[in-house]
């Protein structure tokens, strides 16, 4: 191989590679979250509700990142998974918050990983 086919070859791999960082990206609208709310108990702060494969499509990995707000400023942030959800498939969240006296949040991202960058057993759900 020349010099002048590696430097046409170098943009094809950069753009095979962003291509597929970018596949592992879910789109909001193939995930819905619903009834997302934090709620106390026992001075533990929770953040609980559901969400839904809406994608038509099964999900080896999603998850998704929330920011949880103390006095409308990022005071942690915490991430959800779940495994090998199928399409129509809901799950319930109940994730215990870190950060005392949580008083609203925001989700960052959500997203998902290809099965091939998958590490261990994919078929466990949570």
């Keep these: 191989m020349t010099c ?3 430097v046409i070859e ?11 960082i970018c596949s592992m990206e879910t789109r909001a609208e193939e995930v819905r979250l619903r009834n997302m709310e934090l709620i106390t ?4 702060v929770y953040l609980q509700g559901t969400a839904l494969n809406v994608s038509g499509r ?9 920011a949880i707000l103390k006095d ?3 005071a942690a942030n ?8 199928d399409p129509g498939q809901a ?12 008083d609203g949040f925001r989700v960052d991202r959500i997203g998902m990983t290809s099965p091939s960058l998958l590490v261990g057993d994919s078929t466990t759900k949570r």
Aim: proline share 8%; charged share 15%; aromatic share 8%.
């Design 72 to 74: 409308g400023k990022v």
């Design 10 to 20: 170098m943009p094809r791999i950069l753009i095979l590679a962003i291509m597929a």
């Design 41 to 44: 108990i026992n001075h533990q």
């Design 78 to 85: 915490q991430t959800v998974e779940a495994h090998a959800v």
């Design 58 to 66: 099964p999900l080896p990995t999603v998850f998704i990142d929330f």
């Design 91 to 102: 799950w319930r969240i109940w994730l215990p918050i870190a950060t005392k006296a949580a």
């Design 4 to 6: 002048q086919n590696k």
